[in-house]
């Protein structure tokens, strides 16, 4: 099936600092994207839409200046967790609709923790 | 995105078949059904998918009543690598959103 891939697998960050995580489709373009944030015992929360050469499209209570997303090529989709504080601390996954369309294919997530 | 309801949680012994069902009374008309699985820490993974009646894979089988307000999760034989949670979507094939429910957290018991 169809692979997306997910950097970095986990990443800690101090208080106050940036941080961006890749998705990448490795054997497909994804004109979609999505990204969700998921806190332990906790179902996904999908946070934005990414669509490549547009503006991402931001879920009710997501803040788009600290969640920066960035769809710039067909395999590629970032996100760019700003300023993080603690409270930022989560899971993060990323999915892209397969190239049938038919479902969504999903990285294996990033762990960031922020101190 | 038609809501759907899941059991919270499922207890079963290994090597039985395990039946996982969810509601989704709203289901509309280009709705698709799909399964995912997921594992601590890590991204879901796609199960099957399926519209109507039932639809088999190595893996599981899915089963869709006429009125396609249910479905149910097959899961044969399982084995404790098959702990984890469960989501079950309901949307349109190339759907815009893949949005989740609670899912039900499968604990297999030796």
């Known amino acids: 099936g169809a692979v997306v891939s997910q950097h970095p697998s986990w990443v800690i960050c101090k208080s106050g600092t940036s941080v961006k995580i890749e998705c990448r489709s490795l054997?497909?373009?994804?004109?979609?994207m999505f990204w969700y944030r998921q806190f332990p015992k906790q179902s996904l929360m999908l946070m934005a839409t990414?669509?490549?050469?547009?503006?991402?499209?931001?879920e009710q209570g997501v803040e788009k200046d600290k969640f920066l997303i960035n769809h710039a090529s067909l395999t590629l989709s970032t996100l760019t967790v700003t300023s993080a504080h603690p409270e930022d601390s989560s899971f993060y996954i990323c999915?892209?609709?397969?190239?049938?369309?038919?479902?969504?294919?999903f990285g294996q997530g990033t762990r960031l923790t922020v101190v | 995105l038609a809501k759907t309801t899941q059991p919270i949680s499922m207890d079963s012994y290994e090597g039985q078949e395990v039946n996982i069902t969810c509601s989704h009374n709203n289901i509309a008309t280009n709705d698709y059904i799909t399964w995912y699985q997921q594992f601590p820490s890590q991204g879901p993974r796609f199960i099957i998918q399926?519209?109507?009646t039932k639809v088999t894979n190595e893996v599981a089988s899915l089963f869709i009543p006429a009125d396609r307000k249910s479905s149910t999760l097959s899961l044969p034989r399982v084995s404790l690598s098959d702990t984890a949670v469960y989501y079950c979507l309901v949307g349109a094939r190339g759907y815009q959103k893949v949005t989740f429910g609670t899912g039900t957290k499968l604990q297999v018991i030796p």
């Open positions: 990414s669509n490549e050469g547009s503006k991402a499209t931001y």
């Open positions: 999915s892209a609709r397969g190239p049938l369309g038919t479902e969504a294919f």
């Open positions: 054997d497909f373009q994804a004109t979609t």
């Open positions: 399926g519209y109507k």
